[in-house]
Antibody
Framework: QVQLVESGGGVVQPGRSLRLSCAAS????????VHWVRQSPGKGLEWLAL????????YYSDSVKGRFTVSRDNSKNTLYLQMNILGDEDTAVYYC??????????????WGQGTLVTVSS | EIVLTQSPGTLSLSPGERVTLSCGAS???????LAWYQQRLGQAPRLLIY???SRATGIPDRFSGSGSGTDFTLTISRLEPEDFAVYYC?????????FGQGTRLEIK
């Protein structure tokens, strides 16, 4: 069965960086786009970033563009999110989510269990 | 950016009842690219409906989606105990992808 397992969350000071990982299994990773979505009490669910199946195309929300970088290592079936210059507003549960194989359909078929990032001094 | 407004914010119902949740968009949703998710307490969201009316794999047929343009609905024909959760709509027809704020379904 499809499994997505996030890791790398924790407490980080404002202005610092953090890298999240998402290990995928149970499907052919190279066939699917994958996204990062976060959820905070204040802002609800918020889409952050997408990488295409081969990593050649990447898209970001305006709120993280220039600070966050999405990447994938298809040899390791792993998705990453490099987060820089973190602020209080980045405190949230971060999910990786798999999109459908149909190009241009940006909904989320499968989700990981999430990893909590807390930005605090 | 398309703003999705879900109503009502909270619904109190009993198992066995029928319920319709609403999702209104501030602009037309291109190609009716509208999805619905269920989120149980402490869990990740789960895809229920995509393309406004197509059920995701493994979703019971008591869940149905309808609508077009700016007005969409999710109907649960007969509530089961496990259906009491928060429901979100999401549009993916225009960038950026946006979500509604959610409707909480609670047991009466």
């Amino acid at each position: 069965q499809v499994q997505l397992v996030e890791s790398g969350g924790g407490v980080v000071q404002p202005g610092r960086s953090l890298r999240l990982s998402c290990a995928a299994s149970g499907f052919t990773f190279t066939n699917y786009p994958v996204h990062w979505v976060r959820q905070s009490p204040g802002k609800g669910l918020e889409w952050l970033a997408l990488t295409s199946y081969d990593g050649s195309d990447k898209y970001y929300s305006d709120s993280v563009k220039g600070r966050f970088t999405v990447s994938r290592d298809n040899s390791k079936n792993t998705l990453y999110l490099q987060m820089n210059i973190l602020g209080d507003e980045d405190t949230a549960v971060y999910y990786c989510a798999r999109g459908p194989s149909v190009k241009g359909h940006w909904y989320f078929e499968n989700w990981g269990q999430g990893t909590l990032v807390t930005v605090s001094s | 950016e398309i703003v999705l407004t879900q109503s009502p914010g909270t619904l109190s119902l009993s198992p066995g009842e029928r319920v319709t949740l609403s999702c209104g968009a501030s602009q037309r949703v291109t190609s009716n690219y509208l999805a619905w998710y269920q989120q149980r307490l402490g869990q990740a969201p789960r895809l229920l409906i995509y393309g406004a009316s197509s059920r995701a794999t493994g979703i019971p047929d008591r869940f149905s989606g309808s609508g077009s343009g700016t007005d969409f609905t999710l109907t649960i024909s007969r509530l089961e105990p496990e259906d009491f959760a928060v429901y979100y709509c999401q549009q993916y027809g225009s960038s950026p992808i946006t979500f509604g704020q959610g409707t909480r379904l609670e047991i009466k």
